[in-house]
């Protein structure tokens, strides 16, 4: 099983989508290993998206994501980065296929609504940041016997 973070990012919560997003997440059959909110700590946020410190949007995004509190999660499954990247839809959203949540929620690239590692190796790195071990949960879910061959 694979572990990725999720992030709500603060203008979805503003906007009410904390409760549409994990129903998206929990429908699709992932587990959510570990979950909170709050404000994400500045020098979280610099350490999350150190890859993008030279970029010219790197100050709003700093803005952006420690605007508001945000729900940060552990999503755990068969494959759960790449099927969350695809349910999160492209970053940009006006490239965001319908039936994605950038897809149905968000217009612009600064205000995307979610994060979703990219790789094995962010997944890793953005958990470690986020949570500490004894966050996050180890148990069972009665439907994996459902989802799984
Ligand atoms: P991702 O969130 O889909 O993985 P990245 O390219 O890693 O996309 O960018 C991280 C975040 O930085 C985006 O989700 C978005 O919030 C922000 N961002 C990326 N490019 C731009 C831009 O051109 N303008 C404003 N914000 C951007």
């Avoid at 610099?46 to 100050?59: A, Q």
């Avoid at 969350?84 to 897809?103: E, F, H, Q, S, Y």
């Avoid at 966050?135 to 009665?142: G, L, P, Q, R, S």
């Amino acid at each position: 099983m694979e572990q990725t973070y999720i992030m709500i990012k603060p203008d979805a919560v503003q906007r009410g989508l904390i409760g549409e997003i994990v129903a998206r997440i929990e429908k699709r059959g992932l587990k959510i290993s570990a979950m909170k909110m709050g404000f994400m700590e500045e020098d979280k946020a610099k350490e999350h998206y150190k890859e993008h410190v030279e970029r010219p949007f790197f100050g709003a995004l700093m803005e952006y994501v420690t605007s508001g509190p945000c729900v940060s999660m552990v999503v755990e499954g068969k494959d759960a980065i790449s099927i969350m990247r695809k349910m999160n839809g492209a970053t940009n959203p006006v490239d965001a296929l319908p039936g994605t949540i950038r897809g149905d929620f968000a217009i612009e690239t600064g205000r995307n609504v979610v994060h979703a590692s990219d790789s094995p190796e962010a997944a890793k790195r953005e958990i470690a940041i986020h949570f500490s071990e004894s966050e996050i949960v180890d148990y069972a879910k009665i439907d994996e016997v459902c989802l799984y061959e």
